[in-house]
């Protein structure tokens, strides 16, 4: 049974570029979250996502994210116009229950 | 009201040795707790979890002790071993709410 998979694994992008990470859950699962994780730092919850529902955004900031889990293929985690700051590492999890299971994860890089 | 609370943010146990990990939370309304060890360049990994119905919980070398009334859990690593050296974090949620709050991690190293 895979696991929760993401990709890219790493991802350079210039500022004021976009960036696009992409996560596919474990097989059964429903939900979805997106999580970031700056340096040193504990991870701090984005959003959840069903299918074709955003269910929870508030740990998202409001101009420049957005997220998506369509009715096919993975789910998109999406910012516009990246900043310095945006430079983390973007996890994502999948759960059936309350038990979720994290992705290997994204490191985003922003020069 | 949302925060965890976690520590020691470093700790270095020899092998064989007790490690021990604290975390307070304020939000009384929490009744999930789960635990996650990330080792550098990987995603967190469940590890064990525990609900407030009971004091303490065990998985092999791994105990949770949980104390609602301080509202206070911590993750034992009985034995310790070198493999073990990794980050550890809490967390806490309602139980259906589906949104995990973070502790700030513990840096645990295992001197062989």
């Known amino acids: 049974n895979a696991g929760v998979m993401q990709n890219p694994r790493h991802l350079v992008r210039r500022r004021g570029q976009e960036a696009r990470l992409r996560c596919s859950p474990m097989k059964g699962h429903s939900h979805v979250y997106w999580y970031r994780q700056l340096p040193e730092e504990g991870l701090k919850f984005m959003v959840y996502l069903q299918k074709e529902n955003i269910i929870d955004e508030s740990g998202m900031p409001k101009e420049r994210f957005s997220a998506e889990f369509p009715k096919e293929g993975p789910s998109i985690l999406r910012i516009q116009q990246v900043v310095r700051g945006d430079s983390a590492a973007y996890f994502c999890?999948?759960?059936?229950?309350?038990?979720?299971?994290f992705g290997p994860g994204t490191r985003l890089t922003v020069t | 009201q949302q925060q965890v609370k976690q520590s020691p943010q470093s700790l270095i146990v020899q092998k064989g040795g007790i490690s021990i990990i604290n975390c307070a939370y304020e939000?009384?309304?929490?009744?999930?707790f789960p635990w996650y060890q990330q080792f550098p360049g990987k995603g967190p990994a469940l590890l064990i979890a525990i609900r407030p119905d009971v004091s303490e919980k065990k998985e092999g070398r791994f105990t949770i002790s949980f104390n609602k009334s301080a509202k206070q859990f911590s993750l034992h690593i009985m034995d310790s071993q070198p493999g073990d050296s990794a980050t550890y974090f809490c967390?806490?949620?309602?139980?259906?709410?589906?949104?995990?709050?973070f502790g700030q991690g513990t840096r645990l190293t295992i001197n062989p």
């Open positions: 999890a999948s759960s059936v229950s309350n038990e979720q299971y």
């Open positions: 939000n009384t309304a929490f009744d999930y």
């Open positions: 967390a806490a949620s309602l139980w259906g709410d589906q949104k995990l709050v």
